[in-house]
């Protein structure tokens, strides 16, 4: 494996050792400002919000080009505890975002995450106080301890799965969606500083994003990011018909809410075919990836640019089946190594130097249209139409 590549996958490695739900960001937080502080160049402040924002600038010498800005989220699916009850030991708890249901209906492991760095197993059951409901901000079950353990409320619970396993070619982790997204960014960016590349590059690490896009929701609203800058989302989305696992990352034009915008994904467009020009097996994907909404979406609503970027996902969001299935099983989700290396290196490559789509060699081809045929049209233009009856 290329340097490069192994220092790419030891970032999604020990960005795994920081797990997260909504709200409760605090361990991708201070991970993310750790190694982003060490990068020379690179100005990093958090908005009103919680928000990362990490920003690369050097003169691009052709002023007309946007900056780009690679966006993904800190949290995954998980659980607050909230209130506890009669029986020592045992809690309520809600969940945060989209937990497979089948956590709520039937005893599934966790890890209570305290704010000293502890993680207490537990185990969820259904909360006899509270019929299970598949969606809705009141989905709530019993969490019971496994160990005795003081524990300050509220505090985040997540599923005990790995924080992460190289499986072969496979990846398995707890959170994938969106650990993959940061680590990709962050590996990108770094490779970028590294070279002195003359680019204008922001790398955004949101909150909140599995409740309702919320952080970038908020950031969007506030114009945080200039408006004329292109927005990609990168994110682990689940697999859909015409899209493969091992097959490279997917340029997603769009997903279950919206569609993009071609002039952003030209910079992926782009970026791409130099890739392909050293390495003409490079695998990459294009599809509207429509098993879920990322945040592209989000800044759209306010007016940007946007495109995405997906690791096709299995097990999303934890479930071996569906999300509403009250029958399946909780398990890591996973991803294929060579997707994974492959976006960091796309990102990297379009970080490197933004693109209009005009300057795309299918654009120019269907410019150019033949004399032959031109003249060929204009001179047939005026003949009569076989077969139509003239009155």
Do not use: W
Not at 17 to 46: C, I, M, Q, Y
Not at 143 to 166: N, S, T
């Amino acid at each position: 494996m290329r340097e490069l590549d192994q220092r790419a996958l030891d970032t999604l490695s020990a960005l795994g050792a920081h797990p997260a739900a909504p709200f409760f960001e605090d361990g991708p937080v201070r991970f993310l400002l750790e190694r982003l502080k060490r990068l020379e160049g690179v100005e990093t402040s958090r908005d009103a919000y919680g928000n990362v924002i990490a920003h690369y600038a050097r003169p691009l010498g052709r002023s007309e080009q946007p900056p780009i800005a690679f966006v993904a989220h800190m949290d995954h699916p998980g659980f607050e505890i909230i209130s506890p009850s009669e029986q020592e030991g045992v809690f309520t708890a809600r969940a945060l975002g989209g937990v497979p249901v089948a956590s709520m209906t039937r005893p599934t492991p966790l890890l209570v995450l305290t704010p000293d760095g502890r993680r207490v197993p537990a185990e969820t059951r259904p909360d006899p106080n509270h019929p299970v409901q598949i969606r809705g901000a009141d989905r709530r079950v019993e969490v019971r301890l496994k160990d005795e353990a003081r524990i300050e409320l509220p505090v985040p619970a997540v599923f005990d799965l790995p924080d992460f396993v190289l499986d072969g070619e496979t990846i398995r982790m707890r959170a994938l969606d969106d650990l993959a997204g940061c680590a990709s960014i962050l590996s990108a960016l770094e490779q970028v500083v590294a070279e002195g590349a003359e680019t204008n590059v922001y790398a955004v690490f949101t909150r909140a994003e599995e409740g309702g896009l919320f952080g970038a929701r908020l950031m969007a609203e506030a114009g945080t990011l200039p408006r004329e800058t292109l927005v990609v989302s990168v994110e682990s989305s689940p697999v859909i018909p015409g899209v493969a696992q091992g097959g490279g990352p997917v340029i997603r034009t769009g997903d279950a809410m919206s569609t993009f915008d071609n002039g952003a994904e030209a910079v992926l467009i782009a970026a791409r075919q130099r890739i392909k020009t050293r390495d003409p097996e490079f695998g990459s994907q294009r599809q509207l990836m429509s098993g879920g909404t990322c945040e592209g979406t989000a800044f759209a609503a306010f007016g940007y640019r946007v495109t995405g970027l997906a690791f096709p996902l299995g097990n999303y969001h934890n479930a071996t089946t569906r999300i509403a299935d009250p029958d399946g099983g909780v398990d890591a989700e996973y991803i294929r190594l060579a997707d994974y290396l492959g976006g960091v290196e796309l990102i990297a490559e379009a970080a490197r130097g933004t693109f209009s789509e005009d300057d795309l060699p299918s654009r120019q081809r269907l410019r150019e249209v033949p004399d032959e045929v031109r003249r060929r049209l204009m001179a047939t233009s005026q003949n009569p139409v076989r077969g139509v009856q003239r009155g």
